[in-house]
């Protein structure tokens, strides 16, 4: 026979047995032991002694198991302070927002809209985002010399 044929073979029964239940409920299946977690260690009273014959210590307060279960979790540091920023960039981000704003809460509220309003609030959106974007730039950092490298 050649390995071949003992493949075919393999794939004849496997279509074959295709639509069939299983024979065993997967209910009846053994556990994995790789599956099974540790037992919980018995919480001892402050001042008793434990398995060791040693008395724990007593200036530990008895937790409620809240810092056994957050052992081994990332916990990520605080984040770095937002960067100051200048009055200009300031008024930018206050018209950028500010001018819909504006618009959202008198359509909201059933205000008349003047011309002049409605302009202000327009310019004030599109002053903002140009002020934004221009301020940005494009360029590598100051003071980085004349390689680049690898800048993060």
Same mark, same amino acid.
């Given at each position: %026979?050649?390995?071949?044929?003992?493949? @075919?073979? !393999?794939?004849?029964?496997?279509?074959?047995?295709?639509?069939?239940? =299983?024979?065993?409920?997967? =209910?009846?299946?053994?556990?994995?032991d790789s599956?099974?977690?540790? =037992? &919980?260690?018995?919480r001892q009273?402050?001042?008793?002694?434990?398995?060791?014959?040693?008395?724990?210590?007593?200036?530990e307060?008895?937790g409620?198991?809240?810092? &056994?279960? @957050?052992?081994?979790?990332? !916990?990520?540091?605080?984040?770095?302070?937002?960067? *100051?920023?200048?009055?200009?960039? *300031?008024?930018a $981000?206050?018209?950028?927002?500010?001018g819909?704003?504006?618009?959202?809460?008198?359509?909201? =509220?059933g $205000?008349?809209?003047?011309?002049?309003?409605?302009?202000?609030?327009?310019?004030?959106?599109?002053?903002?985002? !140009?002020a934004?974007? !221009?301020? %940005?730039? @494009?360029?590598?950092?100051?003071?980085?010399?004349?390689?680049?490298?690898?800048?993060?």
């Open positions: %026979m050649t390995p071949q044929s003992d493949e @075919d073979e !393999v794939w004849r029964q496997i279509v074959a047995s295709f639509h069939e239940t =299983a024979e065993r409920d997967p =209910a009846d299946q053994p556990w994995p599956e099974n977690l540790p =037992a &919980e260690p018995a009273v402050a001042g008793h002694s434990g398995e060791d014959g040693l008395p724990e210590p007593e200036d307060p008895a409620d198991g809240a810092e &056994e279960e @957050d052992e081994g979790h990332y !916990v990520p540091p605080p984040p770095p302070p937002l960067p *100051k920023t200048d009055a200009a960039t *300031k008024i $981000w206050i018209a950028l927002f500010g819909p704003a504006y618009l959202l809460v008198a359509a909201a =509220a $205000w008349e809209l003047r011309a002049w309003a409605l302009f202000t609030a327009v310019a004030a959106f599109i002053g903002g985002f !140009v934004l974007v !221009v301020r %940005m730039g @494009d360029g590598p950092p100051g003071g980085s010399g004349w390689d680049d490298g690898a800048v993060l």
